[in-house]
């Protein structure tokens, strides 16, 4: 089964007035335990999510790596805790890690 990434930022571009999505300058400033809301395509069978990836790693110029964070439901790939690489373009929302000093991420 293959799968990939579908551009946010064409779908929004597609549906200005229905598909918003957070700025570039947003987009390319993740950091560490932020999470990224991506849309995952599988085109066989077809099916398509839109699922929760944190960040673990931002390379500063709007390319990071994430853990997936959701077990999809309609598509057999990719998997709960797969290492996804992504681009500012795939992002379709942002939840921004805000610590409470003990190690524990709240989201706003």
Request: glycine share 8%; with cysteine.
């Amino acid at each position: 089964m293959s799968w990939t990434l579908e551009s946010a930022e064409a779908r929004a571009k597609a549906a200005p007035r229905t598909f918003l999505i957070p700025c570039l300058e947003i987009r390319e400033r993740l950091a560490a335990g932020d999470l990224a809301k991506l849309i995952f395509v599988q085109h066989e069978p077809p099916a398509g999510e839109r699922m929760w990836v944190r960040v673990e790693k931002a390379t500063g110029n709007g390319d990071y790596s994430g853990t997936l964070m959701c077990q999809p439901a309609t598509m057999e790939y990719p998997k709960l805790g797969e290492v996804v690489f992504f681009s500012a373009k795939h992002v379709a929302d942002i939840a921004r890690a805000q610590g409470d000093g003990h190690g524990t991420p709240a989201f706003i």
